[in-house]
């Protein structure tokens, strides 16, 4: 799906270029002239967190994203939730009670530590908790209702409609987070968003990629009016040593403002790709693979 996504979004582009229209036009006009967006701090390594939560709300960030624990085992000690709530607890601290903050459990937490912090967590009233559990235990999300009010977000290892159809049915996900990159580009994501309105679901698109990746994702913001977030990957915690808008010749487009950032509404997706640029980064070309992490008893820990 994720070799079909950037064959759907090319095309596209070449329409929307063709015609001389944003690919919001061909999909029926816009909704919203800006969408708000989320900034993501590390959090793997608590510490540093407050730190940079309070640097992103200088920039004009609304809302930070923060990965919420280290490596977790099944079952593990409550000096790590502890942990986990005193980096909440810092970050609020500098940014108040109404920033946005979501909290992801990145597939590191199983089951038994997720329904204790998604309790612990609810009073710091995160924006959202991501992936309490993976996709695949979707069916015990149920097992989370009763625990704590806060929005239950996920999707962004699900690629098809049909993916997203029993859990939307299901009825316990308030935040649905398809990758147009990864779930078929923007026909497919397209349909699985106004799916999830449906169920008054909420859409924030999953994006931590590059710059067309964006692109993509605001031109489906634009006129998905269940969208009220978005990720975005500039000044991400893993990139190093090139950023988001390295490889455009029209960074420009990308007008953020007020923790919001402007739909382009230029003809296609409304980017210029540095085309040189990106042969001369290919032909250094990368290898990057998740840290590998262990537990303590040296098995394998989920990044
Ligand atoms: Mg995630």
């Known amino acids: 799906m994720s070799a079909l996504a950037g064959i759907d979004q090319a095309l596209w582009d070449i329409k929307g270029k063709a015609l001389g229209v944003p690919v919001y036009e061909l999909l029926g006009g816009k909704v919203r002239d800006r969408i708000r967006v989320y900034s993501w701090i590390g959090g793997d390594r608590p510490g ?39 980096n909440v607890a810092a970050i609020r601290e500098v940014v108040g009670p109404h920033f946005g903050v979501g909290v992801d459990f990145h597939g590191r937490v199983h089951k038994p530590m997720a329904k204790v912090l998604f309790n612990e967590l609810e009073p710091y009233r995160p924006m959202f908790v991501e992936e309490p ?3 695949e235990h979707a069916d015990s999300l149920k097992e989370f209702a009763g625990l704590a009010n806060i929005p239950i977000a996920l999707g962004e290892r699900l690629c098809s409609r049909w993916d997203f159809k029993k859990i939307l049915a299901e009825g316990y996900v308030d935040i649905i987070q398809p990758d147009p990159s990864h779930a078929g580009g923007i026909t497919e994501t397209r349909k699985i968003a106004h799916m999830a309105e449906a169920y008054d679901v909420a859409l924030a698109l999953h994006c931590p990629l590059g710059p067309i990746a964006l692109a993509v994702n ?10 009220f977030i978005q990720e975005q990957s500039l000044g991400i915690h893993y990139n190093q040593g ?31 790709v540095n085309e040189e640029y990106v042969k001369e980064r290919a032909a250094v070309g990368h290898r990057w693979r998740n840290p590998i992490w262990r537990h303590a008893d040296g098995s394998f820990a989920e990044w």
């Not at 808008?245 to 382009?264: A, C, H």
Request: proline share 4%; glycine share 8%; charged share 25%.
């Open 242 to 272: 090139n950023d988001l808008l390295d490889y455009v010749m029209n960074p420009e487009v990308f007008d953020y403002s007020d923790g919001y950032v402007k739909i382009p509404s230029g003809p296609g997706l409304g980017i210029e």
């Open 133 to 135: 559990v993976l996709s």
């Open 218 to 227: 605001l031109q489906l913001d634009a006129g998905c009016y269940n969208a």
């Open 48 to 86: 540093e967190t407050a730190a940079q939560a309070k640097e992103r709300a200088a920039l004009g960030f609304t809302a930070i994203k923060m990965n919420a624990s280290e490596e977790l085992q099944f079952v593990d000690t409550f000096d790590k939730v502890d942990r986990v709530l005193a």
